[in-house]
Structure formats: C-alpha cells, structure tokens
C-alpha cells in the first residue's frame, strides 16, 4: 500500500455518479482524448438502466475532494461477471475456484461496455498527479481488502497513465486492438494506395458493388441527429446483437439511444439510404467523434445487403475521417475483418492486484510470458497485412 490521504483532501465512493456535480466531472474528463470518460456518457449509461447491480456493474466511483472542489476521480465498479468487460478473464475465474477462492465480487476500471484505449483517472492538472495516484490508490486497496474484493483491474488503460500505476505495483496484461491511422491522406484514394492490387480490386468491388444496388451514404451530426434516428440505430442495434444469441453482447437498453439525443456533439451516424426511400436509412453505424479521434460503437440493417457492413462501419467513416483531418479510427471490437482492411494490431493493456496472495504470486509468474505469446501474436498479424510491398508506414 502507499500513503494516506493527506488531512486536507476528503474521500467519498459514490453509486451514482448524478451525486457528482457535471461541471465539477467534466472539467476533469472533456480535456482527455477520449469521450467515455465525460459525465454525459456514464450518467447515461446508469440512468438508462444499462449499468445496474442487478446487471453485475454496481456503479462506485472513487472521488477525491479538497473543500468544495473536485480534484480527483476514477469511475468504478463493483463487477459480479467478467462479461461487457472484452478482457477475458474467464480462466483467472476458473482457477480461482479451484483453489476454492471468490474471484467475484471485483472491482473494475472501464467504461462499460467499451473496449476504447484512453481509461485513467480524471485529475487536476493542478494537482501533483503522482501523489493523488497514490492516495486513491491506497483507498482503493483499503476498499477492497476491507471488502474482501479479489482483486482490482483497470481495462484499456491511456499508455500515459500506464507508468503510474505499474511503478504502484500493478501487473500489465498485454492485449491488442485493431486501429486504423491517417498516414497523411487528403482523399480515399491515398488510403487505397497502401494496399496490395489484390485487395485494393477488392476494397473497389465492395463499394462498387453498393453504389450498383442505388445507396448511398450520407454522414449526420449535431442537429441532424433526430430522436427518430436514435431510436432506428437501437433497433438496428438490437437486432445485430440478437443475431448472435447469448453471444449478442445487447448490453444497451433502448433509453439509452434515446438519451444520445443530449450528447450528439460527440455523435456520428453514417447512414445508408435506398435512392428510392430517402427518408428512412436501410442500415446505419454510430460513431463517435472527439478532437482527431473517431471510435466506431455499433451498427445495422434492416436488410442483408452483401458488402454493406464493410462500407457503413470502415470505408465510409474511414473517407469522413479523411475529411475531418482525424487521425486515428478505432473500429470496435473484433479483428475478422479488420486485418485485411488497413487495420493493424496495436497493443493496448490492462492492469491488475490480486489481494489473495495465492492469484497475486500466479499471476506474477505468468504474466510475463502470456505477455510475450501476445507480442508474438501482434507480430504475426502485422507482417500478413495485404499492404503492398512499396508501403513502408
């Protein structure tokens, strides 16, 4: 454990973060990279009925006050499952039940239901950021031992932030994601440059072959998001998941999109319509958007059109991306068809203590080469892009 803290500053965990004034929030989170940090978006989750205890996410955000001011937070919670988190966990579970030991409840850093690199704590730039690390550090190692958590993870951590916490003593899991990055290009044709002539043919017949069927795509933000389309993106939404089964991952509940409706500053939906009905879309992805970082959430149609997913979730927002100057697009989750589309595997982590000392002296011993066989993996992907052989970046 690390130091206390200190007589001036107060410490409160709280189950709702509406009990968290936004301004006092926000002006901690809007100037980080990532949107799933900022108030709206994790107000909206709890209220929507999408992050609930009976659900296995008990919402239990850490807050670090001096007086009346924010100085410090983490959102938090208290996890009955690994399932939402997309660091998978499960065979950390299993053995702890073989040696009989409750690896639930946990406590867990992450946006729900976001695999999105950029989770950290929220502090004042005001403040020494090293020295408000360790305190809430140690009140979280203190809720958790008085509690008898099995442990604490921190999920898709922001690389910046990593130092912090491992030079405290936590272990790095090595894990990676599928991102796409602007190499300096002014228009979709310099992005289909890279590609060998296999798969750029490829990536031309996949667009081609939508424009043939007469739809197009149309990029709606701020004011011509309509609740209307919200709703339509839930069905489309839920209707992808359900194709999957128990597999869907439907973690979302429609009052959710609706609640969107409020954060549409951040909010992208590309949309694709059948030239002979403008007025409602046939499929749609959202997106969201933040300084030069696009993040793709979900997607659907109405209809099983061949090649439309492609478009809709990767090249369409790929071409908006080029527009609007950003610089990196993280697709989502999943890798099937990310590879052969420009995206390379980047690594990202996750950060863990278990306070049982058995999973703590397990992990240590194990970590380093599970870490490795990772690192293998990412090379291996990376060196079997259809890049052509002139492309260097």
């Not at 959102?75 to 399932?83: A, I, Q, R, T």
């Not at 509690?147 to 491992?166: A, M, N, R, T």
């Not at 709703?231 to 973690?251: E, I, N, Q, V």
């Amino acid at each position: 454990m690390v130091e206390k803290v200190k007589s001036n500053y107060s410490v409160t965990w709280s189950q709702k973060i509406a009990e968290i004034p936004q301004s006092a929030w926000d002006e901690l989170a809007v100037p980080l990279k990532t949107p799933f940090l900022e108030w709206e978006w994790l107000n909206n989750l709890e209220i929507s009925s999408s992050v609930l205890a009976k659900y296995g996410w008990l919402p239990n955000h850490l807050v670090i006050w001096q007086g009346h001011n924010l100085i410090a937070a983490a959102p938090l919670y208290l996890k009955g499952h690994s399932y939402g988190e997309f660091v998978f966990d499960h065979q950390w579970a299993d053995l702890a039940e073989l040696l009989e030991i409750n690896y639930y409840p946990k406590l867990l850093g992450m946006t729900p239901f976001t695999p999105v690199e950029g989770y950290r704590f929220l502090i004042s730039p005001a403040e020494d950021e090293a020295e408000i690390t360790a305190m809430m550090l140690y009140e979280i190692d203190r809720f958790c031992i008085k509690y008898q958590l099995s442990g604490c993870h921190f999920l898709f951590v922001d690389p910046e932030w990593k130092p912090l916490i491992e030079i405290q003593g936590f272990a790095s899991w090595l894990h990676h994601s599928y991102i796409w990055k602007n190499l300096g290009f002014n228009r979709f044709n310099d992005y289909l440059s890279i590609f060998n002539s296999s798969q750029r043919r490829n990536i031309k017949r996949e667009r081609k072959a939508i424009v043939e069927k007469g739809i197009q795509m149309q990029f709606l933000t701020g004011d011509h998001i309509t609740n209307d389309l919200l709703r339509l993106m839930y069905d489309f939404y839920a209707d992808t998941c359900d194709k999957f089964g128990g597999w869907g991952s439907k973690y979302l509940t429609k009052r959710f999109f609706e609640l969107l409706y409020n954060y549409r500053h951040r909010v992208i939906l590309i949309a694709a319509y059948d030239e002979n009905n403008k007025h409602k879309p046939i499929g749609m992805s959202f997106c969201l958007y933040k300084s030069e970082y696009l993040y793709g959430r979900y997607w659907g149609s109405c209809e099983d059109i061949n090649n439309l997913h492609f478009d809709v979730c990767y090249y369409a927002p790929i071409e908006w991306a080029i527009t609007n100057k950003i610089q990196i697009f993280d697709p989502g989750a999943g890798g099937k068809h990310k590879k052969r589309r420009g995206f390379p595997a980047k690594p990202n982590h996750s950060l863990h203590r278990f306070y049982n000392n058995y999973l703590h002296d397990i992990l240590c011993a194990q970590i380093r080469k599970v870490n490795e066989l990772e690192q293998q993996e990412i090379i291996e992907i990376n060196s079997n892009l259809p890049f052509s052989k002139n492309f260097d970046g």
